[in-house]
């Protein structure tokens, strides 16, 4: 079998099955399915159901704990702190995003930091939701050492993701969503598991040296050099030592600690507290007509707005179904057997 195509809520309750197995709540293991799949639907494979044999790695490790219970701490009126209790991201980042929507509606704005868990997925999704909301959301993150500071050849800071969101656009929302390097930690991993040649000029190898080699590729390289890396080492400052659990400190110096843990902030700003949401909608549908108007610089490129394409994979996908390589197929039959989980009929 070359590969299968799945439903998208199917595929959603497969995993969130599998995780129930290992000891997750059922509304946890849900989340944390949702925001795979979403991944998926938009075509970001890196950070979707690629991600569950990684996962349960890491529950396997224990750096992740299945039955952690995120406990949220109130700071002040539109501040707030969550620790993550190592469960993974998708739980206490969905407290988060609601939270923070909850705090800006009073405030007209809020500010959440959240420390100790594992990996969240794509943090669009949080953006996302809270845009939906008529709010304007910024989501940063940082973690684990893994791309190299610019100028080092060892790897010394966080890919810290960004997205950005607001109410308005062809889709409803208009974002941006991106890692601090030029190429993401996850599709680097994906690119090795399916041997696809890395572009020059984007990462390092074991010893700090430029490589293509999917194989020996493992330390990417920060977007826009000395740009790149000044985003993410200020967004760890944002993130884990503003949440009190600093991260980078603790893995690169004395004693060199290493687990798997991130920290992310969360600011939601109440649009309608500035003017109508209905009027910000209508000037952000604008501002995309106009750069869509632009003239191009390839005539057959299109112009696109952050997300778009994103988006436009969604619908397709939402229609056609989510294609998996016969690699992950197999992968995840695996764990479904060993867990006592039966998997769609389409991936037998």
């Known amino acids: 079998m070359a590969g299968v195509v799945l439903d998208g809520e199917d595929l959603s309750s497969f995993v969130a099955e599998i995780f129930v197995k290992h000891g997750m709540r059922a509304d946890y293991a849900a989340t944390l399915a949702e925001v795979l799949v979403w991944a998926d639907l938009r075509g970001i494979d890196s950070h979707g159901v690629e991600r569950v044999p990684r996962y349960l790695d890491l529950v396997a490790r224990g750096d992740?704990?299945?039955?952690?219970?995120?406990?949220?701490?109130?700071?002040?009126?539109?501040?707030?702190?969550?620790?993550?209790?190592?469960?993974?991201?998708?739980?206490?980042?969905?407290?988060?995003?609601?939270?923070?929507?909850?705090?800006?509606?009073?405030?007209?704005?809020?500010?959440?930091?959240?420390?100790?868990?594992?990996?969240?997925?794509?943090?669009?999704?949080?953006?996302?939701?809270?845009?939906?909301?008529?709010?304007?959301a910024i989501?940063?993150?940082?973690?684990?050492?893994?791309?190299?500071?610019?100028?080092?050849?060892?790897?010394?800071?966080?890919t810290s993701p960004l997205a950005i969101a607001v109410p308005g656009g062809p889709s409803g929302v208009t974002m941006l969503d991106m890692a601090s390097s030029i190429i993401a930690n996850g599709r680097l991993r994906l690119a090795q598991r399916n041997?696809?040649?890395?572009?020059?000029?984007?990462?390092?190898?074991?010893?700090?040296?430029?490589?293509?080699?999917?194989?020996?590729?493992?330390?990417?390289?920060?977007?826009?050099?000395?740009?790149?890396?000044?985003?993410?080492?200020?967004f760890e400052c944002l993130t884990s030592v503003l949440a009190g659990a600093p991260v980078l400190t603790a893995m690169l110096g004395p004693g060199k600690k290493t687990w798997h843990t991130q920290s992310q902030t969360v600011i939601a700003i109440d649009v309608a507290k500035f003017r109508p949401v209905e009027e910000f909608?209508?000037?952000?549908?604008?501002?995309?007509?106009?750069i869509h108007a632009l003239p191009r610089l390839d005539p057959d490129e299109p112009i696109r707005i952050p997300g778009e394409r994103a988006e436009k994979e969604a619908a397709q996908r939402a229609q056609s179904g989510i294609p998996l390589s016969d690699r992950l197929r197999r992968q995840l039959v695996e764990i479904a057997e060993k867990a006592g989980v039966t998997p769609p009929p389409a991936m037998l």
């Open 195 to 234: 041997n696809e040649q890395i572009p020059p000029g984007m990462a390092l190898d074991a010893q700090g040296e430029p490589t293509t080699d999917p194989a020996k590729a493992v330390i990417p390289l920060p977007v826009g050099g000395p740009k790149g890396a000044g985003l993410a080492l200020m």
């Open 281 to 290: 909608v209508s000037d952000i549908d604008l501002l995309d007509t106009v």
């Open 64 to 136: 992740i704990d299945l039955k952690g219970e995120p406990q949220m701490q109130a700071v002040a009126d539109a501040l707030f702190l969550i620790d993550g209790g190592n469960q993974f991201g998708a739980v206490p980042m969905g407290l988060a995003m609601r939270e923070a929507v909850t705090r800006a509606r009073r405030s007209g704005i809020a500010l959440g930091t959240i420390r100790r868990f594992g990996h969240s997925g794509a943090l669009g999704f949080y953006a996302q939701w809270i845009a939906r909301q008529g709010m304007a």
């Open 139 to 158: 989501v940063m993150g940082s973690g684990m050492p893994l791309m190299a500071y610019h100028g080092a050849k060892a790897a010394s800071l966080s």
